[in-house]
């Protein structure tokens, strides 16, 4: 369903009410508390309240003259240095290269969940994500708000999921050439 015009959205109206209600629009996988995330498209509670009072106030269409400029969706920017690399791993625990993790990108059974986390050295452990409810068609690359720095002899711990793969993006370590 495309909801780029009024006369896209406006018969979607009190499916998109129920829809943000229930915190299923829009479709992101990553489960809350479970890491930070820099392209997290939650809505907040006020978007939600003005979605549900539209609705409720009949779904009527603004006055076009008044509209904002078309909203561009902001998309992470890559990571400025060069030696940012991408690495695929399967499911389990994998040995990590050192550096910055700085995104994942897994791909699931359709419907699987899967907890993706870190495990240093000295055995303590980083929560990456838990991404549930896996669906294809919306797979995503989740950005971490704020860098996981990976020690040499760090792994990767994927938990949940029988069949998985997910693609890393893993940058230099600040400080080194």
Not at 75 to 104: F, H, M, Y
């Amino acid at each position: 369903m495309s909801l780029v015009t009024y006369e896209d959205a406006r018969p979607w109206a009190k499916a998109m009410r129920e829809e943000v209600l229930a915190r299923r629009m829009p479709k992101w996988h990553a489960a809350r508390g479970y890491g930070e995330f820099a392209n997290d498209p939650t809505l907040s509670p006020f978007d939600i309240a003005l979605i549900v009072a539209w609705v409720d106030g009949g779904a009527v269409r603004g006055d076009p003259s008044k509209a904002p400029p078309p909203a561009v969706p902001a998309k992470p920017v890559e990571p400025r240095s060069s030696k940012a690399r991408t690495i695929t791993l399967g499911c389990g625990v994998r040995p990590l290269p050192a550096g910055r993790l700085l995104a994942i990108t897994p791909t699931l059974a359709e419907g699987a969940s899967a907890g993706f986390s870190v495990i240093l050295p000295d055995g303590r452990q980083e929560i990456v994500a838990w991404i549930r409810n896996y669906e294809a068609e919306f797979a995503e690359t989740y950005w971490l708000e704020s860098p996981i720095v990976v020690p040499r002899g760090s792994r990767l711990r994927v938990e949940g999921a029988s069949e998985c793969r997910v693609e890393l993006k893993i940058g230099g370590l600040i400080g080194r050439a």
